[in-house]
């Protein structure tokens, strides 16, 4: 297993078992320049980034990443995810998952220099809300015809 491989071991196994007390071990994964983007973020640097998981920890309960794939070609890296979770105003308490991917550029040192999540906003989360997930489906009906 050659270093970059073992670099993302370590990253996969850093976001698979994430809690808030993780958090603290956050720059060994990122580099201080770190950028990340989602459907909802677009930060720079690991306080940011750390500050983009700390809202995750605070807004859902039982946050957390299962890696299902990854590819490796070089110093890039792209991992597919099932993002489990609780909504925190769901009283029903129904567990919810986000299907997902996570592109990588790895530095030398093997931290995270970019980190790009791809994922469909409106299906996997509009939708599940309960007055919102009507109109977003009503709206996924009328646009496919």
């Given amino acids: 297993m050659n270093t970059l491989s073992i670099s993302v071991e370590r990253v996969v196994a ?10 603290s071990d956050i720059a060994r994964i990122y580099a201080d320049d770190a950028r990340f983007k989602d ?5 720079q640097g690991v306080g940011a980034i750390r500050a983009v998981f700390e809202h995750m920890f605070r807004t859902l309960d039982e946050p957390r990443f299962v890696v299902t794939r990854r590819v490796l070609d ?8 099932e993002f489990h979770f609780r909504f925190r105003s769901d009283r029903a308490g129904l567990s919810q998952v986000i299907h997902g ?22 299906e996997e989360l509009y939708e ?12 996924r009906r009328r646009a496919a015809g």
Wanted: with cysteine; proline share 5%.
């Fill in 74 to 81: 070089g110093r890039q890296c792209f991992l597919v995810w």
């Fill in 14 to 23: 850093f976001f698979e078992s994430l809690t808030p007390a993780s958090l």
């Fill in 39 to 43: 459907p909802f973020n677009d930060v």
């Fill in 101 to 122: 991917g996570s592109y990588l550029q790895l530095g030398e040192d093997g931290r995270i220099e970019m980190h790009r999540d791809y994922w469909d906003a409106a």
């Fill in 128 to 139: 599940k809300i309960p007055v919102l997930g009507a109109l977003m489906r009503w709206l």
